[in-house]
């Protein structure tokens, strides 16, 4: 039987991109914080249905609740890398990439004694013309990458990137790509991996691209953000079309994530790397 990979992007609800120009950085230690409790609710979830995950964690976050960090890695899911403090890879600097990636990888190396290998980019930003990012991964010690989304959106996607777990040949080596679940339709790539498409659409959206990645014998990824599960959060005031698209069924959210864990067998994505075939080198 197929396992996919549940993943979680752990940040606060004021942290998401779209909020940018409305919740500047220098107001988030001031927001009151959410996270603690939806992450642990993720984590009793998984619990119920024995299923383990990978947790892309923030840097600011795991430097403010370690003890939630521990927690995480202590229920058996692996941590990884979800950056310092979400800017975006389009609009950092490759040393300031570098920063974040290294800084944020040897805090959680610290706090959990466990070695940090996967990483993936705030808001799916790495994007074509940002393929440095990889070297840079490889340089600062992480193995693989779950950023490139082969999808076309306004703002994120990599169209042209392959659908299923592989790996990639940089000049400073080869990086593991796990991209988001999509699901194909008349040749188009539609986004099926999570977040908003699993709050919005229907259910059998992601349970359709689960489907399909099975039968090509893969694992799908999936993904969550914690203030996903949390109708609770306080409402911050931005344009309409942020507010649909961040507000819009959150009460959904943990009836359907109960449904996809019954359904589904989950494990994380280090687990489906030590069996993820290596590619022969060229010229052998
Ligand atoms: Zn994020």
């Excluded at 203030?227 to 344009?239: A, F």
């Amino acid at each position: 039987m197929i396992e996919h990979h549940f993943t979680v992007d752990v940040e606060e609800y004021f942290q998401v991109s779209a909020f940018e120009p409305w919740v500047p950085r220098d107001r988030w230690p001031a927001m009151e914080s959410r996270v603690s409790s939806s992450v642990e609710q993720l984590l009793a979830l998984l619990a119920q249905y024995d299923a383990r995950g990978t947790f892309f964690v923030l840097g600011w976050v795991a430097e403010r609740f370690p003890e939630l960090v521990r927690s995480i890695a202590g229920a058996g899911h692996e941590i990884a890398s979800h950056g310092w403090d979400h800017v975006r890879i389009t609009h950092q600097l490759p040393e300031e990439f570098r920063v974040s990636v290294a800084k944020s990888r040897r805090l959680l190396e610290d706090l959990t004694g466990a070695p940090v290998c996967g990483f993936r980019a705030p808001s799916f930003s790495l994007v074509p013309g940002c393929e440095w990012a990889l070297d840079i991964l490889l340089e600062e010690g992480y193995t693989y990458d779950s950023s490139l989304f082969p999808i076309r959106r306004p703002g994120y996607g990599y169209p042209s990137a392959q659908r299923d777990p592989h790996w990639i040949h940089r000049p400073t080596g080869m990086i593991a790509e796990v991209p988001p679940t999509t699901l194909s339709r008349c040749g188009i790539n539609l986004p099926a991996a999570g977040g908003a498409y699993f709050r919005i659409f229907p259910y059998r959206l992601v349970q359709a691209g689960l489907r399909q990645a099975e039968r090509r014998g893969t694992s799908g990824t999936f993904y969550i953000h914690p203030w996903e599960l949390d109708p609770g959060q306080p409402r911050l005031t931005v344009p309409v079309r942020t507010r649909i698209r961040h507000y819009t069924g959150l009460n959904r959210v943990v009836a359907r994530l109960h449904r996809m864990l019954a359904e589904f067998r989950f494990r994380s994505i280090a687990q489906t790397l030590v069996t993820l075939p290596q590619p022969v080198p060229a010229g052998q």
